[in-house]
């Protein structure tokens, strides 16, 4: 398979590896973009197999509770000059109002619903695109639900740039939820919990992990006790529960709540952006083709 400059640069973003590490990586793998992180991690070169790391997008993540109902939310537009804008922000409330009363399933029924003021969500999406000048979308949403014994917790980060909505059971201790969610906004794990970890995912950290000691020239009797090792480091790294509580890092997530006599459910955490592509402007490029005209 014929590795392009595109491929290498992906990589490259990905691991933070050289070029021809990536390119070498590439090769190896037959262009296979996970298998060449893989090689890489397993050569030490690249430290992480992070996907969707770079923030691209603009706008902002909102959360909206009402009793025993909450939705978290991420609306982006073009420039952060725009996601800071009142009418941009009043429509992010607006949203907000109507997911939370109507529940649509997915973006694609919550834009075909009809808002109170007789529009659909995408009309009124328009208007406001319209009156700003930029772009804007709906990008997701989750809504979620909690018993009176329960509690949510809602936390917003730097305007709004990271929102984690985060359902406590067993608990109605809404600072306890907060908390935890405050946690979730630092050290963005995937999971709740061990459990949560696929079987497939943990063969392959394992297997990554066993090349990786081979490679640092260690001897084969002790790897297997070594991988078990990393393995664990690789679980407080991803699961919530196993991580180290950032209000006190001497006790993990799991004593914080248990104390609370409570249980984590579930969490949502957006951070804006994730995953989409960020327009690159090359300035230089752009004043010298003006200056060519």
Known sequence: ????????KELREKTG??????KKALQETDGNME??????????IAKAAKKSDRIAAEGITYILTEGNDAVILEVNSETDFVAKNEGFQVLVKELADHLLKNKPASVEEAVAQ?????????????????KIGEKLSLRRFAVKTKTDRDA?????????RIGVLTVLEGTTEEQAAKDVAMHIAALNPKYVSREEVSQEEV?????VLTQQALNEGKPENIVAK????????????????????????DQKVRQFVESKGAT????VRYEVGEGLEKREENFAEEVMNQVKK
């Open 1 to 8: 398979m014929a590795i392009t400059a595109q491929m290498v």
């Open 35 to 44: 298998n060449a992180i893989d090689y890489l991690r397993e050569k030490g």
């Open 264 to 267: 984590v459910r579930e969490f």
């Open 226 to 249: 070594m991988v078990e090792g990393r393995l664990s480091k690789y679980f407080e790294d991803v699961c919530l529960l196993d991580q180290p509580f950032v209000k006190n890092p």
């Open 114 to 130: 009809t808002m109170d003021n007789g529009a659909t969500v995408e009309a009124h999406i328009n208007a406001a695109i319209a």
């Open 203 to 207: 063969d392959r950290e394992r297997q």
């Open 17 to 22: 590896a050289g070029m021809m590490d990536c």
């Open 152 to 160: 949510f917790g809602a936390y917003l980060h730097a305007g709004g």
